[in-house]
């Protein structure tokens, strides 16, 4: 079965120093992994995705991930944070072949401090 | 940018009722789906649809619920008879599902709607 872990609930960071929010996956089969961000009373936003081919993709508003087969990881980063950036933030996964929907992880919220 | 929009954006009601979440989707996409968000908890799929019928649906998804794709446009979320435990954030989603199936290309969410059963 399908799941994925964030293990950090909670990401404080200084403005303007990198950032990383953790993400670990467990599947049968080679996985799609999505990142995604939601800002208060809004939807999820997707910022990038893990498919084939390159295993460092880049997204939405400087953020980029890093695809660890041998780690079952996939870390979102982004060398200069903003206090805009603070948000929830959720890793997913989706199966390659069959079930195409995502299962996300609990989440962790990044708060980044002026 | 085109958008998926969800109705209401606040839905309150009582235990037993039935309610109707509706959204719609992007208009050129062809796969749609609906989870949800218990507070403070992540978030859960319940069910897909596709070609006018349900592609699959999660263990959440039993008889109370139901979905529909009543004309072109609109996808809607019914709950028959709503349970105290089924408030939460209702998020409607699409995709295109071209160029190599569904599962390539990102899923766009709606705002959502918070449906809360008294």
């Known amino acids: 079965a399908q799941s994925v872990a964030q293990p950090e609930d909670q990401v404080n960071v200084a403005e303007g120093n990198p950032l990383t929010v953790k993400c670990t996956y467990s599947v049968s089969g080679n996985p799609y992994l999505f990142w995604y961000v939601q800002y208060p009373n809004r939807g999820l936003q997707f910022l990038l995705k893990y498919i084939t081919g390159d295993n460092l993709v880049k997204g939405s508003y400087g953020f980029e991930a890093e695809f660890n087969k041998s780690q079952t990881s996939f870390h979102l980063k982004k060398p200069s944070a903003l206090v805009s950036d603070s948000a929830l933030y959720f890793c997913?996964?989706?199966?390659?072949?069959?079930?195409?929907?995502?299962?996300f992880g609990t989440g962790t919220r990044l708060t980044v401090i002026p | 940018e085109p958008e998926v929009t969800q109705t209401p954006s606040h839905q309150v009601t009582q235990m037993g009722q039935e309610v109707i979440l509706r959204c719609v989707p992007i208009?050129?996409?062809?796969?749609f789906y609906w989870y949800r968000q218990i507070l403070g908890q992540k978030v859960e799929f319940l069910v897909s649809?596709?070609?006018?019928?349900?592609?699959?649906k999660s263990e959440i998804f039993d008889d109370q619920f139901s979905v529909e794709r009543p004309d072109g446009s609109n996808f809607t979320l019914k709950i028959r008879s709503t349970k105290l435990e089924d408030s939460a954030m209702y998020f409607c989603?699409?995709?295109?599902?071209?160029?190599?199936?569904?599962?390539?290309?990102?899923?766009?969410f709606g705002p959502g709607t918070r449906l809360t059963v008294l």
């Open positions: 208009s050129n996409h062809l796969y």
């Open positions: 989603a699409s995709t295109i599902g071209l160029a190599g199936g569904p599962g390539y290309n990102e899923q766009f």
């Open positions: 997913a996964v989706r199966v390659r072949t069959g079930a195409n929907n995502l299962f």
């Open positions: 649809f596709y070609n006018n019928e349900i592609s699959e």
